[in-house]
């Protein structure tokens, strides 16, 4: 499985742009890269899939470069909700049952204020 | 959209008493799901794998013993965590993959679990 790094923590003004990046170095052929958003005392939030160059959905960005062995969020315009953490996480669609189990690293806390 | 539901939200037993976690996938069939733990301020830690009609796999460290996953049908995994004791208290999240695209996991809201 491929092992994702990001940065602990960040902080922004509302109505910023924010951008997180994920190390994910050791990433295979197959894998996609998908990121997920968590409220405190919520589970997991899907927030967007990529496996390469960029994708664009109603929330976010999600820029991959052509080595794929990293990925960026990208949040248009943060607001106070946004307030959350973040987890990009790496793995085969292919594969199924025990196989498909996907980790989480330590994630991404955004601080979102006024 | 898919939907994962986990229910009790909040259980409060005592020390010794066994609680029972129930994960049902409402609008899709789910041949496996997972089960995290976390705690606060922590990254969600992948506890087991459950497989519809098959034992469930354990991650490493984790007793399967003390956490019994059963995954009776294709809509629902439970997972009971037997002779609480206060350091189970925790935060328990289910999912599952929808199969509305690659790795696309649907979450359960989470059980949060206090033994006294």
């Known amino acids: 499985l491929a092992k994702t790094t990001q940065p602990i923590s960040m902080d922004s003004y509302e109505g910023q742009e924010v951008n997180i990046t994920c190390s994910h170095n050791?990433?295979?052929?197959?894998?996609?890269i998908t990121w997920y958003q968590q409220f405190p005392s919520q589970g997991p939030r899907f927030i967007i899939q990529g496996y390469k160059t960029k994708v664009t959905n109603e929330v976010a960005s999600l820029f991959i470069p052509a080595d794929r062995k990293s990925s960026t969020l990208s949040l248009p315009r943060v607001s106070l909700s946004d307030t959350a953490v973040y987890y990009c996480l790496v793995g085969d669609e292919r594969k199924t049952g025990t196989a498909s189990k996907l980790t989480f690293g330590t994630g991404t806390r955004l601080q979102v204020t006024l | 959209g898919a939907v994962v539901s986990q229910h009790p939200s909040r259980v409060i037993c005592k020390s010794g008493t066994s609680v029972k976690i129930e994960c049902r996938s409402l609008?899709?069939?789910?041949?496996?799901m997972f089960w995290y733990r976390q705690f606060p301020k922590k990254s969600l830690m992948l506890m087991a794998t459950s497989n519809e009609g098959s034992k469930a796999t354990y991650e490493q460290g984790v007793e399967k013993d003390k956490f019994l996953i059963n995954h009776a049908s294709l809509t629902l995994s439970t997972l009971t965590v037997t002779s609480a004791h206060p350091e189970d208290s925790s935060f328990y999240i289910c999912s599952a993959r929808s199969g509305s695209g690659a790795n696309v996991l649907t979450f359960g809201a989470g059980s949060r679990l206090t033994v006294l």
């Open positions: 050791n990433i295979a052929t197959n894998d996609y």
């Open positions: 609008d899709f069939q789910a041949t496996t």
